[in-house]
């Protein structure tokens, strides 16, 4: 059964040899894995995407497939897309409050108003500032703390201050 081909197994396996589809995962799993983390980068995506491929090719046990090898990259080429669009719509932040800070700040950002940023400077300590505007460039609050020489938990309480900060400066533009 070694002698087979890939599409011979495919087809063994359509028949109800389970055995034959292991043949395929054998052949196919060990070069996908490192195609895939070639473009992904991460272990924990890869196998992810590894195991979603495997996945849709059960599912499509009906369909006679000519060419397995195009149809198997093919499937991992789409799902690494996939996870890029993910990976994308994702923020690159820890926890969502560290997203709503940076939102936050970027809004207060693209005001022109200089009274609207000295408000933000008499608010704010020079540090807390200088972190608002690293978030506003796209930092996460672990790069901040590299930068700051500080711990993660430290800039994570620096930003909570921050937050309530801007929230006061918020009602007060309200009022």
């Not at 009906?62 to 093919?74: R, V, W």
């Not at 020079?126 to 800039?155: H, P, W």
Request: hydrophobic share 30%; proline share 1%; glycine share 2%.
């Amino acid at each position: 059964m070694t002698d087979y081909s890939p599409e011979q197994h495919w087809t063994d396996y359509q028949n109800g040899d389970d055995q034959a589809f292991r043949h395929i995962v054998e052949k196919y799993n060990k070069r996908l894995f490192f195609f895939i983390r070639g473009k992904v980068g991460d272990t924990e995506n890869t196998k992810e995407i590894l195991s979603k491929l495997w996945l849709r090719l059960v599912r499509k046990k009906s369909e006679d497939i000519k060419n397995l090898n195009a149809y198997i990259f093919q499937i991992a080429k789409r799902l690494i897309k996939d996870e890029y669009r993910t990976i994308s719509r994702r923020p690159d932040l820890e926890n969502i409050e560290d997203y709503e800070i940076k939102l936050k700040a970027e809004t207060i950002s693209k005001y022109d108003d200089e009274d609207l940023q000295e408000r933000l400077k008499n608010i704010l300590t020079q540090e807390e500032y200088e972190i608002c505007e690293l978030m506003v460039e796209g930092f996460n609050y672990r790069d901040i703390a590299q930068k700051y020489d500080r711990s993660s938990s430290t800039v994570a309480n620096k930003l909570t201050s921050i937050r309530k900060k801007l929230e006061h400066i918020k009602l007060q533009q309200s009022l």
